[in-house]
């Protein structure tokens, strides 16, 4: 059973809006941080943006900040990552993942299995 499962990508054109999902269970949802990341082929993947599991800190890449906003619903185990005036450069397969140390290095416990963003410009 998937322990993290992430929804929300797709095509969009640049300067939209997209909102990612990503459920997760009782016990993760209410023990651990959690932080988005992404990848494109060939590269290393990269910090995004995270959200402490009390829900009171959050923490973001350079590249993302301002523009993209992380948030837990407490009722749905689910965290989102708003991601908003996106640009080519944003294109990548997102993945949620769940720490109980550091938010940006882990390690880390649980993946999901990601989700495709392609933004054309």
């Known amino acids: 059973q998937a322990q993290l499962v992430e929804s929300g990508g797709g095509l969009v054109q640049a300067g939209d809006s997209l909102k990612l999902s990503c459920a997760t269970t009782?016990?993760?949802?209410?023990?651990?941080?959690l932080a988005w990341f992404r990848q494109n082929p060939g590269k290393e993947r990269v910090f995004v943006a995270a959200?402490?599991?009390?829900?009171?800190?959050?923490d973001y890449a350079t590249s993302v900040k301002g523009r993209f906003t992380i948030s837990r619903d407490n009722a749905k185990n689910v965290v989102y990552l708003q991601m908003n005036s996106l640009k080519p450069e944003d294109t990548a397969v997102y993945y949620c993942?769940?720490?109980?140390?550091?938010?940006?290095?882990?390690?880390?416990?649980?993946w999901g299995q990601g989700t495709q963003v392609t933004v054309s410009s």
């Open positions: 009782d016990h993760i949802f209410n023990n651990y941080a």
């Open positions: 993942a769940a720490t109980t140390t550091n938010v940006r290095f882990g390690p880390f416990d649980y």
């Open positions: 959200i402490t599991w009390i829900g009171e800190d959050t």
